[in-house]
């Protein structure tokens, strides 16, 4: 009998969940595709603007110190916060949500890659240029491989920032497993806050995940351990 009342409990739970996903797989597909598209173009704008400004603040301290600065102080900004201060200037849709993330994800890769560079040796630096050795090769042969894993850590960071705030951009028409999210609270349905929820805690853990296996073999294979 207490098997059986068991049995009934579980499919009582789990009925709603499977009832979604047969009625609604394509509509969560597409807002998983929206989601990882969303977020990775606002990491690929991240690091481009991050790397680039990182390398100008590793070269400059008068520079790093205002630029980190701004930025060290500007995370603590919520993220809703920066999506409706872009919709003024951008409107709805997924622009000011991507610019948003941009800007809430550029900071760990400036930060990083600005560290990285002014943390390489001098002496190091020096010996390549007594080898001969060009502006561009000393980047590309030493900064840049000294560099790499810790503007990567900032990568991982940024990553798994975006795919939690990308929730956030269904608010403005963004799309992502946010609209999920937030039809669930309109609709006080529990099962598309958990699906919505657990979604995008997995999408993240997956990220750092694979990011934190990448990391670890590029350190293996830059200096053997």
Do not use: W
């Not at 989601?35 to 301290?61: D, P, R, W, Y």
């Not at 999920?180 to 995008?200: A, D, H, R, Y």
């Amino acid at each position: 009998m207490n098997t059986y009342v068991l049995a009934d409990g579980f499919s009582a739970f789990f009925s709603p969940y499977i009832s979604y996903f047969s009625d609604n797989t394509s509509r969560f597909i597409i807002a998983l595709r929206e989601h990882l598209l969303l977020s990775g173009e606002a990491l690929l704008a991240a690091g481009v603007a991050g790397v680039f400004f990182g390398i100008l603040c590793g070269k400059n301290k008068t520079l790093n110190n205002i630029i980190t600065g701004f930025f060290s102080a500007a995370r603590i900004i919520p993220s809703l916060a920066i999506l409706f201060l872009c919709l003024p200037i951008l409107g709805t849709g997924v622009a000011p949500s991507i610019a948003a993330l941009t800007f809430l994800a550029a900071p760990p890769i400036l930060i990083n890659t600005a560290a990285s560079f002014a943390q390489i040796p001098k002496a190091m630096v020096e010996a390549a240029c007594a080898m001969g050795m060009t502006p561009a090769q000393i980047f590309f042969r030493i900064k840049a491989p000294l560099a790499l894993p810790l503007i990567l850590a900032g990568f991982k960071t940024a990553a798994v920032e975006i795919i939690a705030s990308a929730t956030l951009a269904a608010y403005i028409g963004g799309g992502g497993l946010g609209v999920i999210i937030f039809t669930g609270l309109g609709l006080m349905k529990t099962e598309l806050l958990v699906i919505g929820g657990v979604s995008v805690a997995l999408l993240s853990l997956l990220t750092d995940f694979l990011l934190s296996i990448l990391e670890k073999k590029l350190r293996v294979y830059l200096y053997g351990a």
